[in-house]
């Protein structure tokens, strides 16, 4: 079993849909979470790091359930430009000597 | 916001050649950094800890003597293929971390498109 995984996809929605994806950890001991998006051929940006109590910016709001062991996205009223690989990233300590691990991505492709 | 620049952007090089990939951080300083290697379709795979004064850590399967890394100062951590071969070719990208609030999110290099002939 990977340690993290996701929903490879794709997803594909229409523009102004809301769209959620999980992503599932396997160390019950990780520490932080991160969701990023990748557009092809390029570096991963960070779009939100996910907190305990859920977080929210602007359409994303991103969610954490221990217990279950994952992590959530949601984005609402779909863009085209949010069209990318979301990466769902556990971080098994909070030092940067902590070992990332990513899981392998959810391709999501927005239609107009 | 932190940001991570990495040098060159694009390499195209004959089988043999060694290549050096720079991985800066512009803004703050990282004692620690971590270097990927992502092929089309997969996700990015931890190659090493780059660790500043000192040895990095290598993961499973990464020939320490291929990939060469230094990590001589805090802004600044260098990944060297050494005698590149066509299956070298991908995508390599270069990370540092940094505080942002109770957490230490990874920014990423532009990444290194690495092609060997």
């Known amino acids: 079993r990977k340690e993290v995984e996701q929903d490879p996809g794709p997803f594909n929605v229409p523009e102004g849909a809301t769209v959620a994806f999980n992503c599932t950890y396997s160390n019950s001991a990780s520490q932080s979470f991160f969701w990023y998006r990748q557009d092809c051929r390029k570096e991963p940006k960070l779009l939100m790091s996910v907190y305990s109590s859920g977080n929210e910016d602007g359409r994303f709001t991103a969610q954490l359930n221990r217990a279950s062991q994952y992590i959530s996205l949601l984005i609402r009223d779909s863009k085209l430009s949010d069209s990318a690989t979301y990466l769902c990233v556990v971080n098994k300590g909070v030092s940067s000597a902590s070992k990332i691990i990513f899981g392998s991505g959810t391709r999501l492709s927005i239609r107009p | 916001g932190a940001v991570v620049s990495q040098h060159p952007s694009w390499v195209i090089c004959k089988s043999g050649t060694s290549v050096k990939i720079e991985c800066r951080s512009l803004d703050f300083q990282a004692t620690t950094m971590f270097w990927y290697r992502q092929f089309p379709k997969q996700s990015l795979m931890l190659m090493a800890t780059s660790n500043e004064g000192s040895k990095a850590t290598y993961e499973q399967g990464v020939e320490k003597d291929k990939f060469l890394i230094n990590h001589a100062s805090l802004t600044l951590s260098t990944l060297t293929v050494t005698s590149a071969h066509p299956e070298d070719s991908s995508f390599y990208i270069c990370?540092?971390?940094?505080?942002?609030?109770?957490?230490?999110?990874?920014?990423f290099g532009d990444g290194t498109r690495l092609s060997i002939l």
């Open positions: 990370s540092a971390s940094i505080w942002e609030g109770t957490n230490q999110p990874q920014h």
